[in-house]
Every structure is written in structure tokens, then in C-alpha cells.
């Protein structure tokens, strides 16, 4: 798998080139766009990144034929996914997404395909990845962009990104004339997003994006003299290597944690205690009172509310009720049953410890005592109830936009 990792330089006057992600990121946030270049910040991995080069890589190879499902090199990879600590939902969302390509497998072009374009002379190229690009039906070109995270976004916010349209751009230079279709494959969601961009859209938005990356480059020389990079807060703060030492940031988390326990007045600690208390109730109130508010909603017009991805609907979460004395008595006949009398006395010890635990902990854990002791999982079945709480309860899931 080819390494599209952001590379580091050592100083801003060595790019040589910039990467399709990296020009979606410059408009997010200069100053983070300046700080990946150069590699500041905590640029650590997270969990959620490595698990998408695991699933990235296994969807690779199956495209390069290089093996088949329900294989034995199937069973290794899954194996392998395993020991990456890629969760069994997660192997299971992606044997799915694997089935889904299966047919599309003798029509790859190029799988993990790197390409430079340059679109403004005297500016860095920007090379763009793709993950996998095939012929499709009506003689165009499908290009393939895998994700791996849980934030499902519409056709209409990949219309906004830079992503797409570089890649279809970079694509048509290599393949002339034909219309590219662009899809997005969610492996976690299911979900595949796509649309078409016409051989006359592409020279509309090749003249677009030209102007817009020439703009760019300007302004990163600029910035570059004067080594004034704007930050620029958006929804990726978060996950931003330099947030720690964000000027902005700190500012607007200063300015609400004041807001919290204004401390000009001289307050005690204890005094900013009451006032911060007092402010996190009146937010649980909003919130309760607008949840009841959508829960009165949605009950009167009998359906539930869709407002772009999100759907809001009302549900009565049902709780799981066990009979513990009726449970001890079945185990009792079980253990009889499974366990030659020699032994029986010593499983029995066992099986009580497990369930003291579980009587004593939470009825959940009874999922525990299940994977240990599967032989006991009708038994547990028999003893289990299911109780309907009294309470409506909010739900918001994700759904695709219509
Ligand atoms: S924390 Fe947000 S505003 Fe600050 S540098 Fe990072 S992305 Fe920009």
C-alpha cells in the first residue's frame, strides 16, 4: 500500500508539491495547514486512523486479485484485522463492503494511484491518491475513495470539497473525454455515495479550480513572508496536532470558561463552583426541555423529524429483567446434566461464583457469563424477560440525506 502519509518539511520554502487533502485543509485553517508541512504539533496515530489503514489495505489486495472470501487467506486477513485491533463489527462491515466490489473487481483500472497535476504554473503540482478507479457501464471512468469513519456526508457536502473534483480532474488528464463518476464507499455505514461530472462540467470546473488554487498559492506567499498563518476555527479543532497551543482556541475557551466563573471579581474557588453548577444546570434544562419539545413533536405528527442527515425519532427503551432464583435452579439441572459427577461439585463452584458476580454487578454481565459458559445460553434465555420502560426516549441516527 503506498505510503500517503503527510511528509514533513523542514522549512516552508522546500514545497515541492501539495497534496489534494492538503489543499481542502489550507482552506479549512492556514495555520494548520503550515503546522502538518512542517510536522509540529501531536501527529500521533489515533486508533480510529490505524484501523482504516487496516481495512484501506485488505480492500487493496482483494482488489488486485490476490485473494478470494472465504478463503484461507481470507480467514489470515481476517486474523490479521483481528490482531489490529480491528473490532468483529468492523471485519464484519468490511467482508460486506468486500461482496459489494466483487462484480466491479474485472473492471479496475488502477488501485492505490498516485498522480500529479499542474494546474498553475509556478506553483507547487498537488498529487492527488486514489484509492481504486474502474471502467463502468456507460464508458466513463468510476473513481473510488473508501472511507472508514462513521460520519456519513451527502452528495451535497462532497460537492462542496476540493477532494472530488482534483480527482476527477487529475483522473481526465490521464483519460480524455470520458465523464467521471465519483463515489465515496463508507465500509463502517454501508453506504456509497456517488454522482456523475460531465466532460463539460470538468473543463468548468478544471477553469475554477485553477483560479481558486492559483489564489492559494498567493496567499501562502504571503503568509510565507510574514509568517502570519490565520487560524481559522472549524468542525476539525478537535483533532488538530496544534490545538494546545492555538491562540484562538485558547482565547475562546478563555473567554467561556469566564463566562462560566467570571474570576475578575475576586471570587472563592468555591463560589465559581456554585455559579459554573448553576450554569450546567440551566444547559441540562435547555436540553431536556427541547428534547421534550421534539419528543411532543414527533408524537403528534406520527413520524419522525428529518433535518438533513440526522433523523429524530421517539422510541421506549426496553430493559432486560432476569429471575436469578429461577436461573440457580435451571444451572443446578444443568450443571447435573453437562458435567460427569466427579466434577460436578467443582463446576457448580464456578458457575455460582459467576453468577455472584453478575447478581451483584449489572444483568449485562450475563453476556459474560454466555461467551464463558455457552452450554448454560438457553437456560439464561429462559429466565430472561424483556420489560418496557414507562419513559419516551429521544433517538438521533444517522440516516442519508434524501
Ligand atoms: S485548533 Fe483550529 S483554529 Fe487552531 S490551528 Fe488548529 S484547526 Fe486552526
Redo the contacts with the bound molecule.
Keep these: 500500500m503506498t505510503d500517503n502519509r503527510l511528509k514533513t518539511i523542514s522549512s516552508l520554502d522546500d514545497i515541492q508539491k501539495i497534496r489534494v487533502t492538503q489543499v481542502e485543509g489550507f482552506h479549512?485553517?492556514p495555520?494548520?495547514f503550515k503546522?502538518a508541512f512542517l510536522g509540529e504539533g501531536n501527529n500521533n496515530k489515533s486508533k480510529a486512523a490505524e484501523i482504516g489503514t487496516a481495512l484501506h489495505l485488505v480492500i487493496e489486495r482483494y482488489l488486485c486479485d490476490q485473494f478470494e472470501l472465504y478463503t484461507p487467506e481470507w480467514e489470515e486477513y481476517l486474523v490479521w484485522l483481528h490482531k489490529k485491533g480491528v473490532p468483529t463489527k468492523e471485519r464484519q462491515a468490511l467482508l460486506t463492503y468486500l461482496q459489494s466490489l466483487e462484480s466491479m473487481r474485472q473492471h479496475v483500472i488502477a488501485v492505490e494511484w498516485e498522480f500529479p497535476l499542474s494546474l498553475v504554473s509556478g506553483a507547487p503540482d498537488i498529487v492527488g491518491h486514489i484509492d481504486a478507479t474502474f471502467c463502468n457501464e456507460q464508458g466513463g471512468i468510476t473513481i473510488r475513495d473508501h472511507k472508514s469513519n462513521r460520519q456519513f456526508e451527502g452528495v451535497s457536502e462532497w460537492k462542496k470539497k476540493f477532494q472530488p473534483i482534483l480527482y476527477a480532474i487529475g483522473v481526465s488528464e490521464h483519460y480524455p473525454g470520458h465523464a467521471i463518476t465519483f463515489e465515496i464507499g463508507y465500509i463502517i455505514l454501508g453506504e456509497v455515495v456517488s454522482w456523475t461530472i460531465s466532460v463539460e462540467e470538468l473543463a468548468i470546473y478544471k477553469q475554477y479550480l485553477t483560479r481558486r488554487y492559483a489564489e492559494m498559492w498567493e496567499e501562502i506567499l504571503v503568509y510565507r513572508r510574514t509568517g502570519e498563518w490565520p487560524?481559522?476555527?472549524?468542525d476539525?479543532?478537535g483533532f488538530?496536532p496544534?490545538?494546545d497551543s492555538?491562540a484562538?482556541?485558547r482565547h475562546a475557551h478563555q473567554d467561556f470558561m469566564w463566562s462560566l466563573g467570571n474570576p475578575s471579581s475576586g471570587e472563592t474557588i468555591t463560589a465559581k463552583y456554585i455559579w459554573a453548577k448553576g450554569v450546567q444546570t440551566a444547559i441540562d434544562t435547555t436540553v431536556n426541555t427541547l428534547k421534550q419539545e421534539i419528543i411532543a413533536l414527533v408524537e403528534y405528527q406520527k413520524s419522525p423529524i428529518v433535518e438533513g442527515d440526522k433523523q429524530f425519532s421517539i422510541k421506549k427503551p426496553r430493559r432486560r429483567k432476569i429471575d436469578f432464583t429461577d436461573l440457580r435452579s435451571r444451572l443446578w439441572e444443568a450443571v447435573n446434566k453437562f458435567f460427569p459427577a466427579d466434577s460436578r461439585l467443582d463446576a457448580w463452584h464456578s458457575v455460582e461464583q459467576a453468577i455472584q458476580k453478575t447478581t451483584s454487578v449489572r444483568v449485562g454481565d450475563m453476556d459474560d457469563f454466555v461467551k464463558e459458559w455457552p452450554m448454560f445460553k438457553g437456560d439464561v434465555a429462559a429466565v430472561t424477560s424483556m420489560e418496557e420502560s414507562n419513559d419516551f426516549s429521544l433517538d438521533v441516527s444517522k440516516v442519508s440525506p434524501q
Excluded: L, S, Y
Design positions: 479549512g485553517c495555520a494548520r503546522a487560524e481559522r476555527p472549524n476539525g479543532c488538530c496544534v490545538k492555538c484562538t482556541i
